[in-house]
């Protein structure tokens, strides 16, 4: 009789950033638009929704044309924001660096999520690196909704 070993899964630890995504109840959906992924072989619908504390999330709804699961969670702009804020400001984000808000999802999740911030002015292609982007300062955007 042979014994088979048991593999243990390690704990995932703690992130800050998503620490415990609330289910949150909004007061409104402030925009419902599509965009095409960063691949550009599917398209997402996706939404921006403000909670009833005022604090701005995004939520991929859909995934068409394209393969790969995701997450339909809202998820708080300003997770997002702390994601990215590992970064030097003058120095260009990656879709990977929100790997950890979506620890246990699937980690189209990151990607996604990255083209729906271009698509809303956000973010833009790097010229300096490949697969980078830019942050731009989000007054506009704000402003607009």
């Known amino acids: 009789m042979t014994k088979t070993k048991q593999r ?8 800050p950033a998503a620490e415990n995504l609330p289910a949150v109840s909004y007061d409104r959906v402030l925009r419902h638009a599509t965009t ?9 619908q996706y939404c921006v929704g403000m909670d009833a504390k005022g604090e701005l999330q995004l939520r991929i709804l859909e995934n068409t044309g394209g393969s790969g699961s995701f997450s ?9 924001h702390t ?8 120095r260009p984000v990656t879709a ?6 979506f620890r246990g999802k699937s980690s189209n999740c990151s990607y996604f999520t990255t083209a729906v911030l271009v698509s809303e002015g956000l973010l833009k292609a790097s010229e300096s690196r490949r697969r980078s ?3 731009i300062d989000p007054a506009a955007w704000l402003a607009e909704l």
């Open 36 to 44: 095409r992924t960063l691949n550009g072989k599917g398209e997402l």
């Open 8 to 15: 243990v899964k390690k704990p995932i630890e703690a992130n």
């Open 96 to 101: 990977h660096m929100l790997l950890p808000i």
């Open 133 to 135: 982007y830019d942050r």
């Open 83 to 90: 994601a990215f804020d590992r970064a030097p400001k003058d």
């Open 72 to 80: 339909d969670a809202w998820v708080p702009l300003k997770a997002i």
